[in-house]
């Protein structure tokens, strides 16, 4: 398995754990994205995640290239969902294991970040009140006549 | 005596159409259509002039030129024939417009040879409407008082003339010889008809599309015919043609599954993808 990857069902916690088992490490740190029930004051019912997969794949094994070369990690991993997802299930995982708790620590911060703004994935969001939207996509106009108005 | 054949290149028009002085347009060889036109009417007469407003003697396309300046009060490509014919009462003259990026060899040779002195007029039949073609032709002196009164009386169109008048029609021997070319649109279509080389090629390009961009255009992805050099433009064709709401200033874009530079040029076959705003996580 590659150290990142997609998934289209419910993430198998348990087993990305047992594969950062590491007997020269000391310290294992993850991070869990779960889906939550509300976003800029709508309540949200379900989730879509949608990838743009062949170049989320290459960015995704680059940023833990990058975070293995940066904080001197060995063993780290990302796995993202795709399809549509329900409350509560978790949409991102990361992991990192390292002799060292700090580096483990940054090494995961640094995953989850790079992951959420580099990463060609776009997640639709479906509300209570039946809309639905593309989280970034469909306010950029609204965004843009606020900065007119302001100048 | 034989009767002496002048020739009267027209370039006195304003150009409105064209947003440009037609005159000064090089379409081959770096020459100007006014140049091109002066030299292709050269051999077939005892001298060539360019017919100018008193406002372009100096202007540097036409002053190189014999010159005849428009002294008849009246506008548009009737008053140069007019002044010719006051400037030269006893010669012939071959009017020849200088817009007519076409115009070839065989055209004037065949006028040339055919032209008939013993009639008022000798003018090509448009190819497109059957009617004189007045810019392509050669005004026997006879029509000088006739000419002279039909502007008289407020009339100023050189076709209507010839019409009246007792002209031989030839058959053009390339129908798109006289076409002329008006507008920028024409300019167009003539600068690339005449240089192959330089016609803007058309490219495959095939275009994937992700979340709120698969949703408008109603597609994953597509397989586009385009003109456009970058993928900057191909979006802006794009965003026409689908709706786009996202402008490219929001967006990323992939060529051949990696991130690349929006003035990257296309080639045939390439893959484009145009990343909305991302939402990972």
Request: one cysteine or more; a negative charge.
């Amino acid at each position: 398995m590659t150290a990142f990857s997609f998934s289209a069902e419910p993430i198998n916690i348990a087993s990305l754990n047992a594969s950062l088992r590491d007997v020269t490490c000391g310290g294992f740190v993850s991070f869990e994205g779960w889906v939550r029930d509300h976003n800029e004051g709508q309540r949200v019912t379900a989730l879509e995640y949608e990838a743009f997969e062949a170049l989320a794949l290459a960015e995704g094994q680059r940023v833990i290239a990058e975070a293995q070369q940066r904080f001197g990690v060995e063993n780290a991993r990302c796995v993202h969902r795709v399809g549509a997802l329900g409350l509560e299930e978790v949409a991102v995982w990361v992991g990192v294991s390292a002799p060292h708790r700090d580096e483990a620590f940054r090494a995961c911060r640094y995953i989850i970040d790079e992951v959420k703004h580099r990463l060609p994935i776009w997640k639709k969001e479906h509300y209570a009140n039946g809309d639905s939207g593309w989280v970034n996509c469909e306010r950029c106009a609204v965004h843009a006549h606020d900065h007119a108005s302001v100048a | 005596m034989t009767t002496p054949l002048l020739g009267l290149v027209l370039a006195g028009g304003r150009s409105t159409c064209m947003q440009r002085d037609k005159a000064a347009i090089e379409y081959r060889d770096g020459q100007t259509q006014l140049a091109a036109a002066v030299e292709a009417l050269r051999p077939h007469v005892t001298k060539v002039f360019v017919s100018v407003r008193e406002d372009q003697r100096t202007e540097p396309t036409r002053r190189h030129f014999d010159q005849i300046v428009d002294q008849v009060a009246a506008s548009g490509p009737i008053a140069g024939i007019a002044s010719a014919q006051a400037v030269a009462p006893n010669a012939a003259w071959w009017i020849l417009a200088c817009d007519l990026p076409f115009l070839d060899h065989a055209t004037l040779a065949n006028l040339a040879a055919r032209r008939d002195p013993d009639r008022d007029a000798t003018a090509y039949r448009s190819s497109h409407d059957g009617l004189p073609e007045p810019l392509c032709a050669v005004y026997e002196p006879r029509t000088r008082d006739a000419l002279a009164a039909y502007i008289a009386a407020g009339r100023h169109c050189p076709r209507k003339f010839l019409l009246r008048a007792n002209t031989l029609l030839l058959d053009p021997p390339n129908p798109r010889a006289l076409d002329n070319a008006n507008t920028t649109d024409d300019y167009w279509q003539a600068m690339s008809t005449l240089n192959p080389q330089l016609a803007v090629s058309q490219r495959e390009i095939r275009v994937q599309y992700f979340a709120i961009l698969r949703e408008q255009a109603g597609r994953r992805e597509e397989v586009i015919t385009t003109q456009a050099r970058t993928p900057r433009e191909l979006y802006d064709e794009l965003r026409g043609s689908h709706s786009f709401t996202l402008t490219a200033d929001s967006l990323r874009v992939a060529i051949n599954g990696d991130f690349a530079d929006w003035s990257r040029p296309l080639s045939t076959n390439d893959a484009v993808v145009f990343i909305p705003p991302v939402a990972g996580g």
